[in-house]
């Protein structure tokens, strides 16, 4: 029995095309950015004088879809309450310590996933970013 090198070809490409069509690609995950304009100007505990530190931060969210991003900027000023609550509870050990910024960073996370779940029954922001960290 002689096979024919054409149909065996056809059959080895319609079998790569059918196992080529069965694998089915990752979906990808959307990612926006919404920036917190203007940013915060807030005030953190120095003790034991009581005196009072100043801080400006500019912050950025993650969050994973278009509808994400304008839940955020319809609860602005929750979220800048919140952010401002969070960075007032602060001492000034915490502030200046460049290992506590991720802390920040995660108690502002958890606390404004509190607040939006609260508010629309997700927690909606993925990552609390710091594009900006002065303190005085």
């Known amino acids: 029995m002689r096979t024919n090198p054409y149909l065996l070809l056809i059959s080895l490409c319609l079998a790569a095309s059918f196992l080529h069509a069965q694998e089915e690609p990752e ?4 990612v926006h950015y919404f920036d917190l304009d203007p940013n915060i100007i807030t005030n953190y505990q120095k003790p034991p004088s009581r005196r009072l530190g100043f801080i400006t931060i500019d912050v950025q969210f993650q969050v994973s879809s278009v509808a994400n991003l304008d839940a955020l900027e319809y609860h602005k000023p929750l979220i800048e309450d919140t952010l401002i609550d969070v960075i007032n509870s602060q001492d000034e050990t915490i502030i200046k310590d460049i290992a506590q910024r ?6 502002i996370k958890q606390r404004l996933s ?3 779940k609260e508010e629309t029954g997700e927690p909606i ?3 609390v970013l710091f594009t900006k960290f002065i303190y005085q």
């Open 102 to 107: 991720n802390a920040i960073r995660d108690k």
């Open 125 to 127: 922001i993925e990552d």
């Open 114 to 116: 509190a607040v939006l």
């Open 27 to 30: 979906p990808v995950k959307e």
